[in-house]
Each structure stands twice: as structure tokens, then as C-alpha cells.
């Protein structure tokens, strides 16, 4: 993650946006210190950095001192949740409240949990909040690459196509536990991507999500739904010019970035067809589809099922199909 450089730089950028010489800046997941140092070296007057493994914080105390920052960065060893605004009271009010605790799937590791009780006990009421706000994204892809590691057929004339009745079509699974990059994958998009979760880390809560979001898309190019793929943006101010993604054409050139979050596929099947196997799903151009996106109630997890739809007279426009 330290060498994702331009993760880093977009921390930088987004922390200049709000650091000044009066900040008090409190940093949950403080991992190596590296962000704390940041903002410190921006001017901050004085950065209380929350770390809950005991390693990772002797570590990070160790890099802030050997950087010339230990009057400045201070490191807690505790978790978030467990800190009190009494521990916090020498340092003085935090007006500035950073965190990186992203997964691969946006909310995958509670970022909204530990951000939003900060928030509500341990900073103050107008503080500002980097990362300001993300989007999960989800996007349709065709793709033989995932239907060779995730699928059979046959092998010298032996039919071995009864092995797909055990294929996942219901869970979200990492591309790093199936072991590849996605964006090393030979694939297309078959419809615009989709947003699918939106939140803002400087107001939302926990809990705010509940049951189920649908989308109607239009198919742009012909082909097999073989997954859904699942990445994020996280940006730095209201206007989301300052963006940090995890989509394909995102990681492609960064490996650190691949290796740390990479993406999420969940494969799809056609439940509107019986078989005694998943059922590819093969659409059309020009075709529409509703995606539907089941979360769990914090939004740390969620299930994709697409369906047919038929088409919408104000929603029909043209289509370019490949």
C-alpha cells in the first residue's frame, strides 16, 4: 500500500485542500505513519495518530522519529472506539479527521464503523473529513478468461460439464483469492458502469442502507455476462475532482494497487432458464436489464442478481453494438 504512490499523492492533494498551521489532525489507522507525516509536513500543528496493532504502532513511532516528526505526530495504541475525547483533550480538538481503511470492496473493512464514531465523539462538529465521499461501482463483464478458471466443458471427448453444477454464482468473491489480476484479464463491458452505493463520510451513518437497490442499464454490446465486477472511487472534495479508484484501467499499471484491493467479481447466471448447471447469461445489444444490489445493513457487504427487463419508450437512445 506505502508503494501505491499515487494513493499517496492523492492523500497529499486532499490533505493540502484543509491543513493549515492550527490543525489538529487525528488519523484512524494510522498503519506505518505515513499519512500522519503527510499532514504534518503540510504545516499541521499537531496530528494524534490511532493505531490498534501494537506492532504497527511501535513501527510507526519508530518512522515518525527517524523523519524528525515526534513533536508534532503522536501515536495512540488503541482502536478507534475504545479512544476517549479525554486522551485526546491535550492535543486539542481535532478539526480534521483522516482515515484509509478502504477494502476491497468499498465499506470491506467498516470505514464508515470507526470514521462515523469519530465523528460523532472525538472530533469537532464541522470537522473536515478526508476521504469526503466514494462510490461503489458495479459493471457487467464478458469474459473468457474468468469462464476458464471458473467453468468447465470437456477434455479429449471427456464431457466434464456436470462439474459446473458446484460453480458460485451467489458470492462476492476477491480476484486475488481466485489468484489473477482482473485488469490482466482479456474483457469487455457490456453496459455502462453502474453506481450502486454511494456515501458521504463526513454525514452518513451506519445502517442507512437496508434491503435492496435496483438500475435499470441498457446493453451496449452483444455477449456473455460472465460476472459482475465490483470497484470503487473515493474523492477528496464535493466536487470529486480529486479521485482515487480501484477500476480496472485503474490498477492496470499499479500493482501495488492490484495486490492491496484489486476488485471483487461475483459470477452471474440466467435464473430465468432451469438447467441442471448455471445457465450463461447472454444478452443483446440494445437489450435492458435491471441490476439488482442486495446490501447488508452497514453496506460491508453485498449480492448482485440481474434479470430482463423490457424496454422503456423515454428511456430508449441509441446503442452502438460491436
Known sequence: MMNDHPR??????ALARVVHRES????IGAGSGLLSIIAASLGAKCVVAIEANQHLAAVAREIIRRNGY???VHIINKMSTDVSPE?????GTPDILLSEILGTLMLGESAL??????????VAPRCEVVPLRGCQFAT??????IASITSVKDWQGIDLSWFNTLQDTTSMVFTKQYGFRFSSCDYHELAPRQPVLRVDFSSDTVGVWRGEKRSRLQVSRAGTVHAILASWEVYADADEELIMATHPDATLHNFPRDMQWGQAIQLIEDMAQEGSAPVPFVVAAGEWLTLVTRFSVDGVTM?????????HP???????AD
Open 24 to 27: 489538529v489532525v487525528l488519523e
Open 8 to 13: 499517496n499523492e492523492f492523500y497529499q492533494a
Open 113 to 122: 464503523h470507526y470514521v462515523m464514531d469519530a465523528r460523532q465523539r472525538l
Open 140 to 145: 457487467l463483464v464478458d469474459s473468457a478468461d
Open 314 to 320: 423515454k428511456q430508449s437512445g441509441p446503442v452502438h
Open 303 to 311: 449480492q448482485f442478481e440481474l434479470l430482463r427487463d423490457t424496454p
Open 87 to 91: 486522551e485526546l483533550a491535550p492535543y
Open 70 to 72: 515526534s513533536d508534532r
